[in-house]
């Protein structure tokens, strides 16, 4: 190839050649002398520069979770999920689309273990998904760390308001999940919020319960109350944690936001040596992080 027909090629990508015996711009100092067919051609730094900048343009991919939630569907259908655990046919409905549709995409959400499904206690016909939360959190810090280092992390502000938030955790014998739900709010919320735990069908509380909050540093003193008790109070979140107590739960005045968290048993579930114990500390682990992201949304209400 002549010098002719190369150098504009060259000139376009390495901010121009100068033939062997030419003065170089002393404004643009070469990087290293070459040969180009049979011409002598400095090669610029500002080419070199320029190419290595859109090489690395052109390897930058968005992170797996902004590409996951980019589909509107799927955005949807976490919006929807971050509120509490829903069957699949509630998310049909409350999205408008087929159901093959919807389940396609929470079958994605599950592969990205963002989601994850358990069968209901109430009819095993039916399956609740839950949105992991804490793996959500994680992956947008991600995201946002790939954008820029000082998005990676941030720091919620909660603000307090005068009037208090009440909260009502229902379950079928207010003896493990809900007043468990409600000894570890109150841990955490102090006297900002107002916490009652009731139940379809109250007993005793489990010795399990007792000793998964004592090592918490928690004193579980709760005495079982009906769930019929309650109805007449005003609450601003009622949250069940058993599919059973779901079908049940009386309706409440005032318009309460209604979630619904589809937790096991663990009074049914026993470990090698015949004890439920190991249930009731991974249900003390599973209340906490989900209790964690409720304080987030009450602290939502309360600067409201």
């Known amino acids: 190839m002549a010098l002719g027909q190369g150098a504009p090629l060259y000139g ?4 121009g050649v100068v033939p062997f015996g030419s003065k170089p711009d002393p404004t643009h100092p070469p990087c290293r002398f070459s040969r180009f067919s049979s011409a002598e051609v400095w090669i610029y730094q500002p080419g070199l520069m320029y190419l290595r900048c859109v090489a690395n343009v052109e390897t930058l991919e968005p992170p797996p979770f902004v590409r996951l939630a980019s ?7 976490l919006c929807e ?3 509490g655990d829903r069957r699949v046919r509630e998310l049909v409905e409350t999205l408008g689309q087929p159901q093959n549709l919807v389940s396609y995409h929470l079958r994605k959400l599950r592969v990205a273990e963002l989601v994850t499904a358990r069968r209901s206690s109430f009819d095993g016909r039916d399956t609740y998904y839950h949105l992991d ?8 810090a991600e995201a946002g760390g790939s954008l820029h280092p000082a998005l990676a992390s941030s720091s919620a502000n909660a603000t307090r308001a005068a009037s208090r ?3 009502l955790f229902v379950c079928t014998g207010n003896s493990g999940r809900s007043p468990m739900a409600e000894a570890l709010l109150r841990h955490r919320a102090g006297s900002t919020v107002e916490v009652f735990s009731a139940g379809s069908h109250p007993k005793p ?13 928690i004193a579980l003193e709760h005495e079982p109350s009906h769930v019929d008790g309650l109805r007449h109070r005003r609450f601003h979140w009622v949250i069940s944690l058993c599919d059973r107590v779901r079908e049940v739960c009386p309706e409440f005045p005032g318009h309460p936001r209604v979630v619904h968290w589809s937790l096991p048993d663990p ?3 026993t470990d090698d040596a015949g004890g439920a114990y190991p249930a009731f500390r991974r249900l003390a682990d599973e209340l906490d992080r989900r209790i964690g992201f409720l304080t987030a949304r009450i602290d939502e209400v309360k600067r409201a």
């Open 71 to 77: 589909d509107p569907l799927r955005w949807r259908l």
């Open 12 to 15: 376009w990508l390495f901010g």
């Open 81 to 83: 999920l971050s509120h």
């Open 205 to 217: 509380v489990h010795p399990g319960a007792v000793r998964a909050l004592a090592e918490r540093g």
């Open 165 to 167: 938030i009440k909260v």
């Open 133 to 140: 939360l804490g793996r959500c959190a994680g992956a947008l």
């Open 267 to 269: 009074a049914e579930e």
